[in-house]
């Protein structure tokens, strides 16, 4: 039987290899971090689970965990609260989505130093939020004008920044021309030929895409590093310039497709995608209450990648700031269950996945709540070991 380093080895075999150690340093960093970097180990142990709760199929983002939900603007141009990765999405259990996330609380609590009671505690509180508002068959969203606590300061917090101040922020003015800063950390320069490729293919796309405003040139262009689990993929970020208004800037990114990591366990029959970029693209569209802004696909050397503009907007809530917190605590997870439900309201009933009627029928009888999160409690025991095993192995002997 292959070892927890062994399976990790092999799945991130496929990626970027300068990448995927910068992905192994910032697994290393904590249980969660761990937990954030190995999705596929996940889902191929919950496929040979036991006794898992049955549930309804649904679509699910797939990596559903606390740093996975977060603010944007939307194409209505408000600023949202909601789930934002959708990388790993697909038809699957419902249940399998609510051990990813209950299991991810576990970890963090753990990570953070968090009493275990206190844990259990909020894990519960989700659950039972979670569970109300699927029983409603009613989905909400969130925005500055429907948040309450924390969540509406932070939305309120993040509504004040504005694209000049993410501009100044990636970029560097001391050159005569505006350039990204390459800090070697998050932005890494392009080898020359890829770099005008990549711009040629981005202000060729500008002249004859329909979904966006041809008003822009891409001026500059790097690799960009971003998330935990999608290290070692391939991801670009440009710098646009304003063709008529030379001082108005914009930065998008590509990310490259990647085949879901549930895929390989989950025996649920999948619609026919022209691309994982359709997929992820279109289960953002369908998941979130409204799409983010300027939200596209595009085919770049074979690669299938998602584009979108990069948000000033873009943050996620820090869950060590609200540790010492309860109230907090308690008002994020409240929120994020309530997000969790309504996004699988928001897709039912669209190419296989349960209809209303089914969830709300589900909700409404709570056998299944004991042994998910028996599941989830013990499985989060299991991260932080294979965590552990992990850094181990990451770690140099000492001479």
Not at 146 to 168: E, H, M, P, S, Y
Not at 351 to 356: D, E, K, L, R
Not at 361 to 366: L, R, V
Request: hydrophobic share 40%; with cysteine; charged share 25%.
């Amino acid at each position: 039987m292959d070892t927890i380093v062994d399976r990790i080895t092999k799945f991130n075999a496929p990626l970027l290899p300068d990448m995927v150690q910068l992905k192994y340093k910032a697994m290393k960093e904590n249980a969660f971090r761990f937990f954030r970097g190995t999705c596929h180990l996940f889902y191929e142990d919950i496929s040979q689970a036991k006794a898992f709760p049955a549930s309804p199929i649904v679509w699910i983002c797939g990596d559903l965990h606390l740093e996975n939900f977060g603010s944007y603007k939307g194409s209505n141009r408000l600023v949202y609260f909601d789930l934002n990765d959708f990388d790993e999405s697909m038809l699957a259990p419902l249940n399998w989505e609510l051990a990813r996330v209950l299991t991810s609380i576990y970890v963090a609590f753990n990570t953070l130093k968090l009493k275990a009671e206190l844990a259990d505690d909020m894990v519960l509180l989700f659950l039972n939020k979670y569970t109300e508002t699927l029983k409603t068959g009613k989905a909400y969203y969130i925005d500055p004008r429907t948040a309450k606590g924390i969540i509406r300061l932070f939305l309120n917090n993040v509504k004040k920044r504005t694209q000049k101040d993410l501009i100044k922020k990636v970029t560097d003015s001391s050159k005569k021309k505006l350039k990204i800063k390459i800090d070697n950390v998050l932005h890494f320069e392009l080898k020359p030929k890829l770099k005008k490729a990549l711009l040629l293919h981005i202000n060729t796309w500008l002249k004859n895409t329909k979904t966006w405003s041809n008003d822009f040139t891409a001026k500059d262009a790097a690799f960009r590093v971003a998330g935990t689990g999608s290290i070692g993929l391939k991801r670009y970020m440009f710098l646009l310039q304003g063709i008529k208004d030379k001082d108005s800037f914009l930065l998008i990114e590509l990310k490259q497709e990647t085949v879901s990591s549930l895929s390989q366990y989950n025996k649920t029959p999948q619609p026919q995608w022209v691309s994982d970029a359709q997929r992820m693209a279109t289960n953002k569209y369908r998941m979130q209450n409204i799409p983010p802004a300027l939200l596209s696909t595009t085919v770049f050397k074979k690669d299938g990648y998602v584009l979108q503009e990069m948000q000033p907007f873009a943050d996620k809530i820090k869950f060590e700031t609200l540790a010492d917190n309860l109230g907090d605590l308690k008002n994020v997870l409240t929120d994020m269950a309530i997000l969790t439900a309504s996004a699988q309201l928001r897709s039912s009933g669209i190419q296989g996945s349960a209809i209303n009627d089914e969830l709300t029928g589900f909700a409404n009888h709570n056998d299944w709540h004991k042994p998910l999160l028996a599941y989830s409690k013990n499985y989060a025991k299991k991260v932080i070991t294979d965590y552990k095993l992990f850094r181990k192995s990451q770690t140099p002997a000492r001479q």
